[in-house]
């Protein structure tokens, strides 16, 4: 039961993960007349319109890094990827808002498929910014997808305590008792794990000094037999005058 219910969280955290990404690139509009039709298109899901737009205007205020962020999410609209992160790029070079830039960067990588350089750059928003708590909570989803389960538990309660009212605390709690269970399941199966491996490595030595008393028993029995034999022949006498009694009666016809 708690396997589902932590699948369930996690599932939810993945849908609001991907909602992350459009809520910080497209926040923070700026009311400037000239920009206006620009952002009526992307409230609109009109990327193809927007993305023109938002490139003259990023054009006409290069140093407004909210642009930098909407131009990227109409061009994550449009499945282009890289588009969005050489804009990403230009803004990070700006100097403001670092974290919230590699933040959405790790967020790209991740819709492209590249959990190690996304996990590179939650770590770097992370260090850009320890506050920021959606890139602690971005980063423990990779940690969970790794198997890197106390990674998680740990970011997922840094995430908590940065953000104590978050909207889907539930979901995060659950997750974080999800994973103390798994780790507990982890640890009971690597104990049988290593008392089978214990019970199989002492039935092998059993079996070998099994082996080893066998032949020696054997090897015992031998000698005594021969020494019996040997006793024998003792007892019975005159062996070597049988021998030269054969050789006397034997001769060489020619």
């Known amino acids: ?8 969280a996690y599932r939810r955290l993945g849908q609001l993960a991907a909602v992350v990404l459009m809520v910080l690139l497209g926040g923070g509009f700026v009311a400037a007349e000239n920009r206006s039709e620009a952002e009526e298109l992307f409230l609109q899901n009109r990327p ?14 290069p140093g407004d890094t909210r642009l930098y962020h909407q131009l990227a999410a109409v061009y994550v609209q449009l499945a282009r990827f890289d588009d969005a992160e050489e804009i990403l790029h230009s803004g990070l070079e700006r100097g403001e808002d670092e974290h919230e830039f590699l ?3 790790g967020t790209i ?19 850009s910014r320890s506050e920021f708590a959606l890139a602690y909570r971005n980063r423990a ?9 106390e990674d ?4 997922y309660e840094t995430y908590l305590s940065l953000r104590s009212d978050s909207p889907n605390r539930t979901d995060v709690e659950r997750m974080i008792a999800a994973l103390k269970n798994r780790i ?12 089978e491996e214990r019970r199989l490595q002492e039935e092998q030595e059993r079996r070998e000094q099994e082996e080893r008393e066998r032949r020696e028993a054997l090897r015992q029995s031998v000698l ?14 005159g062996g070597e005058e049988d021998f030269e009694s054969i050789e006397d009666d034997f001769d060489i016809f020619d």
């Open 103 to 105: 933040f959405n960067l």
């Open 184 to 195: 507990e399941e982890i640890e009971t199966e690597r104990q049988r794990e290593l008392e």
């Open 109 to 127: 990588a991740r819709r492209k498929g590249d959990n190690e350089r996304a996990l590179a750059r939650f770590t770097e928003s992370i260090e």
């Open 141 to 149: 989803n990779l940690y969970v997808e790794r198997g890197d389960y």
């Open 1 to 8: 039961m708690n396997k589902h219910r932590g699948a369930r």
């Open 224 to 237: 005594r037999r021969l020494e019996e034999s040997r006793q024998e022949t003792d007892r019975s006498g």
């Open 152 to 155: 998680a538990i740990d970011d």
């Open 48 to 61: 193809e319109e927007a993305a023109p737009r938002f490139e003259q205007a990023i054009a006409e205020h």
